[in-house]
């Protein structure tokens, strides 16, 4: 068993997590049976990748490189809008048969109880989002926790501009009630307000998941083995809201269970490490608020592979089939007696297949070669679209296609190898997030997500990476790797608010726009020194160009961040005993030099020539910053 814990490298990410595992074994003659029990509560706060809960450039450089757009104080202590808290152990039984001395058995049956998810805000002030800059210290950036209680509690609370808001008492309870955001003032008791307040939201993402696999592998000849098996699941994923935190307000009304209109919820789950303890508790009865689905995904498969080793060739062929079918069932959006609230069985057949090749020309010279062609079936959103039990008559596999080839040279001083790649990738999924001006006032405050069909990715690069031994006390060690990563043609969808409905939809049109999120060129130099037989050091220079924004709106180029050089330094110390063991003592220093670069946006505004700027990036556009320099130790006791 282990823990850790600590404050985050950002300001307000505390974190406190648990590791355990144990494994029980038993065998006799030609059979090995063992059980093993592992998982890992954890929960930390976040500042968060949402696109709606970023900071900007500009925000960084008025509180610092490590500003959190979701931390503040409550009563004195960290809280923030975000915080992720789960725990899934796995447990299984796998089972070794050695049939006879050419063919093994090998089967796993497992099950995993995953329960928790992760917070977030729900409601409006005023009419304002919680991502307003108005409920944030104009000083310290951060979320003015204590006023946003004093607000939902009656007695006003006071933001930033001289903003000020108290709720108003529910005229049906005499309490002071945080309304659900859709609900217009023709659905309430007179004197309620459309929108009066902030809770603290959970997303729970909870599931059950059984699983048989089992695999025969029988050795043909001397040098031809064949593997295959089946791979049986079962998955259920439990979604819904519940209340965490009412931040002073005594109840939320809820009006999303059309089961349960205006229903007003009043209980506050805890989401701090000793609640994830107990993975079997029931969520039947849990109070839900804004949505409530289950989805079900069950998958039948087999696979099979064949493969030749020899000393100058290597080659397998590998296949696979599987059949996966996805049910939805909402206890929302539809009435109990209503039979649309469950949908059949959607199934898509998928599969693989794949061969490679390796040549070892001679000693020193080898080459290889892979080809691959995959069609997996649909992401469970893009099956059911809209959060809703609407069927994508449209959906479709997506389509995978991947070649390489490489060479390889090894001498005793010198390895080296180089790659070339291309991938394609038809019929992606995957959400978007923007802001759009629904009210015509011209100020896009509102936050919507689009799920986004039929997208198209070409991967092609070519990699290189080389070892050599100097002298026998220094070594030098080097990769470079070159991409050119695209999206293709055009993609549709439709743009969904915070309460998952549709307000208009989007089309992309992709063609040319730069895959964001990792760098298209990358390059490392790097050199090892035994100093002593005891004591070594290492240093390596990394650099990191071509790194475009993650997709967005579709209606301009990716932006391009500027290129950064990042500095990695070790030293390694052993001592050693008489008794053969050994204390080792370890020291590494990342971004040695302290390099401050941006690893990673979520917008694409472009700078014009008398636009604000840091680095060359526009202050507008909602970015991370790279970490400083961080440094860790550790010590290792081996007998």
Do not use: C
Not at 212 to 230: A, C, I, K, R
Not at 275 to 292: A, C
Request: net charge negative; proline share 2%.
């Amino acid at each position: 068993m282990s823990r850790t814990a600590g404050d985050g490298y950002i300001s307000g990410t505390r974190f406190e997590g648990y590791n355990y595992f144990i494994r029980l074994g038993w065998e006799k003659g030609d059979h090995n049976l063992q059980f093993m029990l592992t998982g890992a509560p954890q929960t930390h706060n976040q500042r968060t990748t949402s696109f709606f809960n970023m900071a900007t450039l500009e925000d960084y450089l008025i509180y610092g490189k490590k500003y959190n757009y979701n931390h503040g104080y409550l009563n004195g202590d960290e809280f923030n809008w975000r915080k992720n808290f789960y725990h899934k152990p796995l447990t299984s039984v796998n089972w070794v048969w050695d049939v006879n001395e050419n063919s093994t058995l090998s089967t796993s049956a497992y099950v995993s109880f995953g329960r928790g998810g992760g917070t977030g805000d729900i409601g409006r002030m005023d009419g304002n989002f919680a991502s307003s800059s108005r409920f944030r210290d104009p000083v310290s950036g951060h979320v003015l926790w204590d006023e946003i209680v004093k607000a939902n509690s009656g007695v006003g609370g006071t933001f930033s501009n001289g903003f000020s808001y108290a709720n108003l008492v529910d005229l049906a309870t005499g309490q002071f009630i945080v309304n659900d955001d859709e609900l217009r003032p023709d659905d309430l008791p007179t004197g309620l307000t459309r929108r009066n307040g902030f809770i603290r939201r959970a997303s729970i993402n909870s599931h059950n998941w059984y699983g048989v696999l089992s695999n025969f592998n029988t050795q043909l000849s001397e040098n031809l083995s064949l593997d295959f098996g089946v791979d049986l699941r079962s998955y259920t994923g439990i979604h819904y809201r519940r209340i965490d935190n009412l931040l002073g307000a005594d109840g939320y009304r809820d009006n999303d269970d059309i089961n349960n209109p205006l229903i007003i919820q009043r209980t506050q789950y805890a989401s701090d490490i000793a609640s994830l303890w107990n993975v079997f508790r029931g969520t039947d009865k849990e109070q839900k608020i804004n949505y409530w689905n289950d989805g079900k995904v069950r998958w039948y498969g087999v696979f099979g592979q064949l493969e030749y080793v020899s000393d100058e060739i290597s080659a397998f062929v590998q296949g696979s089939l599987s059949q996966q079918g996805f049910k939805r069932i909402d206890y929302f959006n539809y009435l109990n007696s209503n039979p649309d609230r469950e949908t059949n069985w959607e199934n898509f057949l998928g599969g693989n297949i794949k061969g490679g090749l390796n040549w070892n020309i001679d000693e020193n010279h080898n080459i290889f070669g892979n080809i691959g062609y995959y069609s997996k079936q649909p992401l469970f959103d893009s099956v059911f679209l809209n959060f809703r039990n609407n069927v994508n008559e449209n959906a479709r596999n997506e389509k995978i296609f991947g070649v390489e080839f490489g060479y390889g040279y090894s001498s005793e001083k010198f390895k080296a190898n180089i790659n070339l790649y291309r991938t394609s990738w038809k019929d992606r999924f995957f959400s978007i997030s923007s802001q759009l001006d629904l009210d015509g006032d011209g100020d896009p405050e509102t936050p919507v997500t689009a799920d986004i069909l039929n997208i198209q990715q070409v991967h092609t690069g070519v990699e290189v990476d080389f070892i050599y031994d100097a002298t026998e006390n220094v070594r030098f060690i080097g990769m470079t790797s070159v991409g050119n990563w695209e999206y293709a043609g055009t993609a549709n969808g439709t743009f969904l608010d915070q309460n998952q409905d549709p307000v208009q939809p989007v089309t992309l049109d992709l063609d040319g726009i730069k895959v964001g999120d990792a760098a298209q060129f990358t390059a490392r130099m790097g050199i090892d020194i035994d100093v002593t037989e005891d004591f070594s050091i290492d240093y390596s220079q990394r650099y990191i160009d071509r790194l475009y924004s993650r997709l967005g709106t579709g209606d301009s180029e990716s932006l391009q961040l500027p290129g950064y050089s990042v500095a990695d330094f070790g030293t390694t110390y052993r001592f050693n005993f008489n008794d053969n063991s050994k204390l080792s003592l370890r020291l590494n220093v990342n971004n040695l030099w302290a390099t401050e670069y941006i690893v990673e946006s979520a917008t694409n505004i472009a700078a014009q020539p008398e636009d604000p700027t840091y680095l060359g990036v526009h202050v507008d556009n909602k970015v991370f910053f790279g970490w400083g320099t961080t440094w860790n130790f550790t010590a290792r006791y081996s007998f």
